[in-house]
């Protein structure tokens, strides 16, 4: 059977501290920190990571085919804005301007 | 229950309206077939090219050159590292791994390029593979960057965004080269001449009649390829030859030419079955490269022991 | 500038960590393609082309200092002008990069995690140093040595407590690396001049400083310079060997750039 040197991890990593976590490949290695400190040079070693995490690939749940059916869904036009369009009328008709998404978060966004 | 016609058919239908096959998804066997053989040979290609142009790493004329030669082998041998985990993954659920990769290397059942079973015995060399050995293999990767099979195209992403360094790296040792002295434009003129047939033959034959098989058209219909070996050449010949020609060097083939009816460069064919003895191992330096890559792995075995022991997995935190 | 003999001392010293760092990564760089894991060929040869590149740095320093062409320093110094340790200097085992190569991955592992420290201490207490330029090129090459020091720690750590093969293996490279590092810290006949200079501590308090550190792990040993004094110019032949391979290009055409 396949050998204890050879487990997968998965590679992720934040490019500066405020992006968001990002996957990048996967490397194998026989333990966490030897993942770790192969990581860094496999993937980062022109672009700058500001973070990196590595995941044994066991401890991640991933999906098989029939699961992704399972993520599948319809339209649900109500749970977006482009459910309600005809506000915009609407205030128009009491003089009124829509309020838009950057006005409804107070600028408070990004 | 779904019938495995059915099965078949969702699958052609997600790979003729552009959807990605990822490394979980339901796949039949000779789809997964042809990507192991595709991808082991391409990323043990890397492996085995790393070694040629290593021979030039220390030997490099400036400190400057040897930081971008170095960086230039290490690129390969990632890219190696990009192509087997893909393949790797694509292997698992028939229980085989990395070692079998290996193994199969060495007992000659996986093959690797040509262009990596020659010699290189100038630095006129590394610079003519970095610059045309490179360029070839940038053609046929980015062909495939539009790949069927997901995780392949994220490496080939990957790897292709490297090449562009690994050309302009070649481009400045072959240009060094071509604007210096007598011996350095005879150095460079004496690489084009020995790597000619090889990069002729990096792409393959044009058709299964020059080597009684081929796996063009089912790489094709699996959406793993979009163009032909031919086309790939030809475009090779459009992107290079006017390059040499422009620096004052020759090409070492009287009949090559464009011919402007056809649009198509009419060139001297290698020798064929040349290539299948190279590829099948028995090229100037199949044997040599073999022997160091096989050094390394068993000179090293008892490292991969020492960490692969189930004691050591569990202590380290 | 200062006086002459600031500027004897100061040069004496850049050679020191020039030549030290352009010998490991050539010696790294010979391994290229040929390490345990592939992951591990790309970690490496990122340390190796560091090493080359903080090489670089200071061989610059010396080109400003009148010392000659960066290249020419390289390529075209003769061994008795090399001032590196011999540790560095020694092959990483029987055969050539290029045929029936016998590499010991202990041995290297070893070297490079007992030379990383070294390096460290020795760059620590150059911070300290008079000499501006050379303090900014420390400064910028200390950013680098954390991943290096982690990388072969991490190593030397997990093949020292694992098999009873890999800790044989281990404790013969440690006996090997100890006969030479003495070598490492020995600053050669002008040392204790450097000292007076402020341009570095003493051998002895870095030696400590270097031994308190890795006490960590309980290990007692001696340093020594066995095989030579390379801070004196008093090389083995594997020297010799390496720059004839390294400047073989660059000295086949005299008059050539390249």
Partial sequence: MSSPFYEVYEVFSKKTDTSALQHQFSLLAPNEELAFVMAKENFFRREQAADIWVVKRDHIKRMNSEEK????????SYRETKGYGYLKKKWRQYEQEQLTAK???GGGEG | MITSNERMDHFMNRINSGEKIEADDWMPDDYREALI?????????EIMGALPEKEWVPKAPSIYRKLAIM??????????????RVAEDLMEPLGRNRDDIMKDLFSGKLKFHNVF?????????????AWLVDGAAIISQTMMLGTSYGPYGRALKRICAEEVFHAQHGESIIMALAEGTKEQRTLLQDSINRWWTSLLMFFGPKTNVETGHSHQDKNMRYKLRTKTNEQLR?????????RVWALGLTIPDPTLKFDEETSEWQYQQPDWEEFKKIVTGHGPKSKERLALRMRSYEMNSWVREALGTSKVSNIAR | MESLEYRECLIELIYQLADDDFLLAYRGSEWLGLAPHIEEDVAFASISQDLMGHAALYYGLLE?????????????????YFRNAILVELPNGTGTYLENPSYDWAFTVVRNYFYTLAKKVRLDSIKKSSYEPLQHIVQKISIEMSYHMMHWEVWFKQLISSTAEAKSRMEEAMSIVFAELGGVFSYGRIGDRMERLSLIESEEVL??????????????YSMKMKQGDGRNGIHTPHLAEALATLSEVYQSVATAEW
């Fill in chain 2, 71 to 84: 960086a230039k082998v290490q690129d390969e041998m990632g890219h190696g590292q990009l192509l087997l």
């Fill in chain 1, 69 to 76: 059916e399972a993520v599948k869904h319809l339209e649900k």
């Fill in chain 1, 103 to 105: 006005d409804i978060m």
């Fill in chain 3, 207 to 220: 030696k400590e400083r270097w031994m308190v550190y890795l006490n960590k792990e309980n290990i007692q």
């Fill in chain 2, 37 to 45: 053989r595709l991808i082991s040979m391409h990323g043990i290609s």
């Fill in chain 2, 117 to 129: 079973h020659m010699k290189a015995p100038t630095w006129g060399d590394a610079g003519v593979i």
């Fill in chain 3, 64 to 80: 400003e200092l009148g010392e000659g062409k960066i290249d020419h320093l390289t390529h075209n110094r003769s061994p008795d």
């Fill in chain 2, 234 to 242: 030809q475009e090779f010949l459009t992107k290079y030859v006017p």
